[in-house]
């Protein structure tokens, strides 16, 4: 059975903020019917910062501004990286090869979430939730 409640992955975030077009309709319609605000994992917080500072991505403010206005400004819950997720991660089939995207599993995992997300490599792992 899905989870109701949903953790979006880091360029869904993105896609959330900038361009909700690139979200599937699937993914608009979990958000939309969740009964609780999307969970966001801080590891993407950390996954922009390093893409804002390479110049691999464009913000229109500092990323620490960016991802605070973002939290508050879409009502998202950010869920920590925790040691039982972090470890976790690490414990996973050898899918993936993102650390990031590994937590954000692990994390799924341990809170029950679904995860929304296009990445087919996620979508590989065993008991996990995915939708796009």
Not at 15 to 42: C, H, M, N, T, Y
Request: glycine fraction near 6%; proline fraction near 8%.
């Amino acid at each position: 059975m899905r989870s109701e409640l949903v953790l979006l992955d880091t360029c869904a975030l993105l896609w959330l903020v900038a361009d909700q077009e690139q979200l599937s309709e699937a993914a608009r319609r979990k958000i939309a019917g969740s009964p609780a605000s999307p969970f966001v994992s801080a590891i993407s917080a950390f996954e922009i910062a390093v893409k804002s500072r390479r110049g691999a991505l464009v913000l229109p403010l500092p990323a620490a501004e960016w991802y605070e206005a973002v939290i508050k400004g879409h009502g998202l819950n950010e869920l920590a990286v925790d040691g039982r997720a972090a470890i976790r991660s690490t414990l996973l089939p050898p899918i993936h090869r993102d650390p990031a995207d590994r937590i954000i599993v692990a994390t799924a995992m341990d809170r029950g979430l679904t995860i929304l997300t296009p990445d087919p490599l996620i979508r590989a792992y065993p008991g996990v939730e995915v939708v796009w």
